[in-house]
T-cell receptor
Framework: DTGVSQNPRHKITKRGQNVTFRCDPISEHNRLYWYRQTLGQGPEFLTYFQNEAQLEKSRLLSDRFSAERPKGSFSTLEIQRTEQGDSAMYLC???????????????FGNGTRLTVT | QKEVEQNSGPLSVPEGAIASLNCTYSDRGSQSFFWYRQYSGKSPELIMFIYSNGDKEDGRFTAQLNKASQYVSLLIRDSQPSDSATYLCAAGDDNTNAGKSTFGDGTTLTVKP
């Protein structure tokens, strides 16, 4: 168990630019989640995958955000035309699906801190 | 109204005391509940999870769940300065769609030596 890995750790970009983040989950975990966290707030759900299928995307999420998990392993989160309000910590987490009744605990990566200037 | 509510704190307790953290949730269908600890500048890490009504103990930590009252709590016994952190409560989706977890905004705990 090498843990969840996220890259880059920090990203500074100018408003209007596109950015892409990568997440490598724990290898035996079939679920992968993206959350966003700002100072003083709890993690806010963005989207999650089971294997390569994107099962849910937050209704609050702008169309500028897109995520993929092409082979059911690593995932990428892209933000197009970044805005200053996108500045946040982007957290990836993975879990092993226990079935339909209960959620499994999340294992978080160290996050990617995005600053939009 | 947020789906998962926590007192933001800060909660301050002396070293060796019991810290009590509380959380309420709005989705009656939720079956899974979690407590995560988050140190400043770090990512959340799991402390405990609980699925059934009642108490669940793990070392100095006890999670309590009351589904009728939609209430979850975390007790930390013999609090240590290293327990100073933000504690996040999370509730899983309802039992027909066990997907994401929804987080509260956390309670900041300070344990004073």
């Amino acid at each position: 168990d090498t843990g969840v890995s996220q890259n880059p750790r920090h990203k500074i970009t100018k408003r209007g630019q596109n950015v892409t983040f990568r997440c490598d989950p724990i290898s035996e975990h079939n679920r992968l989640y993206w959350y966003r966290q700002t100072l003083g707030q709890g993690p806010e759900f963005l989207t999650y995958f089971q294997n390569e299928a994107q099962l849910e995307k937050s209704r609050l999420l702008s169309d500028r955000f897109s995520a993929e998990r092409p082979k059911g392993s690593f995932s990428t989160l892209e933000i197009q035309r970044t805005e200053q309000g996108d500045s946040a910590m982007y957290l990836c987490a993975s879990s092993r699906n226990q079935g339909a009744l209960y959620n499994s605990p999340l294992h978080f990566g160290n996050g990617t801190r995005l600053t939009v200037t | 109204q947020k789906e998962v509510e926590q007192n933001s704190g800060p909660l301050s307790v002396p070293e060796g005391a019991i810290a009590s953290l509380n959380c309420t949730y709005s989705d009656r269908g939720s079956q899974s509940f979690f407590w995560y600890r988050q140190y400043s500048g770090k990512s959340p890490e799991l402390i405990m999870f609980i699925y059934s009504n009642g108490d669940k103990e793990d070392g100095r930590f006890t999670a309590q769940l009351n589904k009728a009252s939609q209430y979850v709590s975390l007790l930390i016994r013999d609090s240590q300065p290293s327990d100073s952190a933000t504690y996040l409560c999370a509730a899983g989706d309802d039992n027909t769609n066990a997907g994401k977890s929804t987080f509260g905004d956390g309670t900041t705990l300070t344990v004073k030596p």
